[in-house]
């Protein structure tokens, strides 16, 4: 799973530092100037134009003659002279500033950093943007999703898809490209929408991404979204997830959604290394009533796990699949003392797995 550190407009009075993860050196393009260069360069394509000029768009904002107090004064002239360092702060400041800083000269200031040369600079004047204007804000922070810095998108991604569903268009179309990173963002964001724009991409994604993380997202994706479109393409790609966290997410997808055909043998992933594996598919084979003998036999072994919840959903699945108990306590540690119980469920299974094989 990928690992961020985020700007966030809740706390843009935290010194804007957007880039890396873990402290990583920013990642900056080599048509970008220097950290202190006051350089701007356009992040929309050539082809398209600027946006109109909206009753959504900072010079739509009523300006107040002189009203603006001497700070937010203080720091227009930094976001428009300052080193790179020193912009970035003062934006920062800017978006927390409030009703002082909601006019057209600021505004303006922020909108001309959006194209700055600096990846850092473009970041913190879309947050200020949008800090200031909400929805309003986003026709002008929009090229930020197209940025020729991931970190930027990624950033711009997080923050406009808090938004809501209105704007999972936006989010979908920054899936162009392959970076995993902003693949994750886009359906963690279009899950908590629960929009259902991306779907087919999702489907389609999750056969061609090699990223579990992605297809970890995706698969909670389509679950929020309530939708069965893509059993198919988890069901077929599931034996080569490795990550438990991946694992569940498909089984807890396949397990509300998918088909008997989806779930063709599905007993197979109690014998999974992982635990967490081993805990969701007892759920799933006793939400859907697998007692085929394959699967009771699998279950039975979890009785021996060393893992108490491991124990625990094995006998709470044999329990609901055959009215049967033996005795067996999972929650006792002694696993002499467990034998016994075991060996019970054992003798049952021999005495009883022709008939179990019919099932």
Known sequence: MRTRLWLSIGCLACTVSLIGCGGDAPRTSEKETSSDSTTERSTRPATEDPPAETDDSPSAASTDGDALNEDVRALLVTVRDGNAAARRTALTKLGTSGDAARDQRVYDAINERITDGDAEVRAAAGLAMLALRGTKGVPWARPLLRDESEDVRIVMIDEIGKLGP????????????????????????????????????????????????????????LLACDTDAGCAAVADAVDYLRGSSAIVAALRYLGAKGKAKHLDEIGRFLRNDHDAVKIETAALVTKRKFKDADTVANLIKLLASDNAAVRRAGHDALRALTNQSFGYDPAEPDADKRAPAAAKWRAWFLDNEDKLSQE
């Open 166 to 221: 209105t704007f999972a268009d936006e989010l979908t179309d920054a899936l162009d490209g392959d970076v995993p990173d902003i693949q994750e963002i886009v359906f963690e964001r279009l899950a908590a929408m629960k929009s259902k724009r991306g779907i087919a991409r999702a489907v389609t994604l999750y056969g061609e991404t090699e990223s579990e993380g992605v297809r970890y997202q995706i698969a909670r994706y």
